[in-house]
Nanobody
Framework: QVQLEESGGGLVQAGGSLRLSCTAS????????MGWFRQTPGQDREFVGA????????YQPDSLKDRFTISRENAKNTVYLQMNSLKPEDTAVYYC???????????????WGQGTRVTVSS
């Protein structure tokens, strides 16, 4: 019922920044908790972070919280992932996720996007 579409991926040099977008349709966006994940070949999806209905970043991994920030713009049904000081190890397919409650986002969100590729070159 909720459809998510990511955009904004691409190639960036190490140390650069990139902002990913995820636009939702088919639901009431302001009532959704949103999250971001990333995945590299042969690996499980890694939780990047989440944002609640208040716009607060929650469950931020210590390894990423200083560089990655999530925000949302409810009027545009869009959530963003701002990535700064990018490293080659950040290279992955990044996925947007959503659910009605934030507590399920890190492990089992109900809705997923198709992903957008991010490549960080050294």
């Amino acid at each position: 019922q909720v459809q998510l579409e990511e955009s904004g991926g691409g190639l960036v040099q190490a140390g650069g920044s990139l902002r990913l977008s995820c636009t939702a349709s088919g639901g009431t966006f302001s009532r959704l908790a949103m999250g971001w994940f990333r995945q590299t070949p042969g690996q499980d999806r890694e939780f990047v972070g989440a944002i609640n209905w208040k716009g607060e970043n929650i469950y931020q991994p210590d390894s990423l919280k200083d560089r990655f920030t999530i925000s949302r713009e409810n009027a545009k049904n869009t959530v963003y992932l701002q990535m700064n000081s990018l490293k080659p190890e950040d290279t992955a397919v990044y996925y947007c996720a959503a659910d009605a409650t934030p507590i399920t986002i890190p492990t089992a969100p109900k809705y997923w996007g198709q992903g957008t590729r991010v490549t960080v070159s050294s």
